[in-house]
T-cell receptor, first 115, second 115 residues
Framework: AQTVTQSQPEMSVQEAETVTLSCTYD???????LFWYKQPPSRQMILVIR??????QNATENRFSVNFQKAAKSFSLKISDSQLGDAAMYFC????????????FGKGTSLLVTP | DTAVSQTPKYLVTQMGNDKSIKCEQN?????MYWYKQDSKKFLKIMFS???????INETVPNRFSPKSPDKAHLNLHINSLELGDSAVYFC??????????????FGPGTRLLVL
């Protein structure tokens, strides 16, 4: 089974600053998809950004962007101009045919945003 | 218009009881999932249904039984509840799993507490 590793249990960033959350994964497949989900205290799971493995171009969504390094099996999330509302748990997830299209999640990174 | 809804949102019950959690989606999706989030926030797939057919059944005790009366509903029934079943249970849905980039939309979660 594919494993997803988030090595930073907690991160802290000041408002308006930039923070990068790391994610690595282990797979022997060439075709897969990667996602970052955000879980605020409300508990709702919210999709932040997704990346198709066959695309070399890094995905961006407003202040959120990824650094996808396929050879290194790395998929980090950069949050620019951090806002108080960005405070949440962030989960990296992997999805492929062999996972039955279910999401394999990392253990999450808790992001604290300070004024 | 709630996309993926779950009832109840909170469930407190005694050990040994039987309980059900209901999930409904109005997105026209044909694949639905149950995930479990434990006390350390780790999310793990339990079951997945595609067009009312079970396609993923992870290593979950037999006391857990999913039921899909139609493709808009996926209910989770739990028999003989144990303390270790206390967790947050998330329902999710997506379009056909063959399109691996499809976003999974999550319900608000059901927090189950077994006393």
């Amino acid at each position: 089974a594919q494993t997803v590793t988030q090595s930073q249990p907690e991160m802290s960033v000041q408002e308006a600053e930039t923070v990068t959350l790391s994610c690595t994964y282990d797979t022997s497949e060439s075709d897969y998809y990667l996602f970052w989900y955000k879980q605020p205290p409300s508990r709702q799971m919210i999709l932040v950004i997704r990346q198709e493995a066959y695309k070399q171009q890094n995905a961006t969504e407003n202040r959120f962007s990824v650094n996808f390094q396929k050879a290194a099996k790395s998929f980090s999330l950069k949050i620019s101009d951090s806002q108080l509302g960005d405070a949440a748990m962030y989960f990296c997830a992997y999805r492929s045919y062999t996972s039955g299209y279910a999401l394999n999640f990392g253990k999450g990174t808790s992001l604290l945003v300070t004024p | 218009d709630t996309a993926v809804s779950q009832t109840p949102k909170y469930l407190v019950t005694q050990m040994g009881n039987d309980k059900s959690i209901k999930c409904e989606q109005n997105l026209g999706h044909d694949t639905m999932y149950w995930y479990k989030q434990d006390s350390k926030k780790f999310l793990k797939i339990m079951f997945s249904y595609n067009n009312k057919e079970l396609i993923i059944n992870e290593t979950v005790p037999n006391r857990f039984s999913p039921k899909s009366p139609d493709k808009a509903h996926l209910n989770l029934h739990i028999n003989s509840l144990e303390l270790g079943d206390s967790a947050v249970y998330f329902c999710a849905s997506s379009l056909a799993g063959g399109r691996r980039w499809e976003t999974q939309y999550f319900g608000p979660g059901t927090r189950l507490l077994v006393l």
